[in-house]
């Protein structure tokens, strides 16, 4: 039995999916990125199926991810996992096998706490970076 082989992780187009899920333009990164950077080169680099690891961990450290995401997300295995972990008949199996977990009220609350933190964070990070781009429309 042979292995198939493994498929190779899109780097740009996750940078792409990531910095479009962020709500944040080309222009924007590049101007982050630094002067040597444009839209154009932009658009270039999410073409490119692997990106150079120090390049690739600035752009993390500037969307504010990890670079694990650029280098590890695969839309269809997460799509596959989705649907078969939360599809049609998912609590069916669950229930057939007996391992529905019922969460206590803490759980939940701690969750919720969890999202409302990354949310307010992720508006604090947008508003910072309007700042910035009025500072450069101001320019």
């Keep these: 039995m042979t292995d198939s082989p493994s498929k190779q992780i899109h780097q740009g187009r996750n940078v792409k999916r990531f910095r479009e ?45 990890p670079v694990e995401a650029f280098q590890n997300f695969d839309e269809e295995q997460a799509v596959n996992f989705i649907s ?20 206590p009220v803490e759980k939940i609350i701690q969750l919720h706490e969890e999202k409302i933190a990354l949310y307010e964070r992720m508006l604090k990070e947008k508003d910072e970076m309007m700042n910035r781009l009025e500072k450069l429309i101001g320019k």
């Design 21 to 65: 899920m962020l709500g944040i333009k080309q222009e924007a990164l590049a101007y982050e990125l630094g002067e040597d950077w444009n839209q154009k080169k932009i658009s270039m680099l999410e073409q490119k199926e692997e990106i150079e690891a120090s390049l690739l961990s600035q752009i993390a450290e500037v969307l504010k991810l």
């Design 84 to 103: 078969n972990s939360f599809g049609d008949h998912a609590f069916d199996n669950a229930f057939n096998k007996g391992t529905i977990n019922f969460h």
